[in-house]
């Protein structure tokens, strides 16, 4: 049913927990299965100076699928830009686990849609102190 890289994050998943003095934030949650998760996102730039994923966490309340994939996005999306993240998708966070059934795509959706609201957040407080500056 799981493919060995889903069982694989789920057993061990990566960058769980939060980051205290995060930058930005992102909850989202499926009413319809129960699964809840939130991404704490550290931005810094690097030598280019450009904003990058400089840590990123996870927690997840939920099934196989959505602590596998939780745990994917951080992979996917530590290191990288903003911009390089913020195009992050569900199929390449389902491409990245070789695949999840049918039923548990959905769960696929709530990654990379947590790691998207955080990246907003982020941008909004940043947008909020550059207005009061």
């Known amino acids: 049913m799981y493919s060995e890289k889903v069982m694989e994050h789920f057993k061990n998943p990566h960058?769980?927990?939060e980051i205290k003095d995060a930058d930005?934030?992102?909850?989202?949650?499926?009413?319809?299965?129960?699964?809840?998760?939130?991404c704490y996102i550290k931005v810094r730039k690097n030598e280019k100076g450009k904003e990058i994923l400089k840590d990123i966490k996870v927690k997840t309340f939920g099934c196989v699928a959505a602590i596998a994939t939780s745990s994917m996005i951080t992979d996917l999306a530590m290191g990288r830009t903003l911009e390089e993240a913020k195009k992050l998708t569900k199929d390449n966070v389902k491409d990245a686990l070789q695949g999840l059934p049918?039923?548990?795509?959905h769960c696929?959706?709530?990654?990379?849609?947590?790691l998207h609201k955080a990246i907003e957040d982020y941008e909004n407080k940043k947008k909020k102190d550059n207005q009061k500056n």
């Open 108 to 114: 696929s959706n709530l990654a990379a849609d947590a």
């Open 15 to 17: 960058n769980l927990g």
């Open 102 to 105: 049918k039923i548990k795509v």
């Open 24 to 38: 930005g934030i992102g909850k989202i949650g499926n009413p319809t299965c129960g699964d809840i998760m939130w």
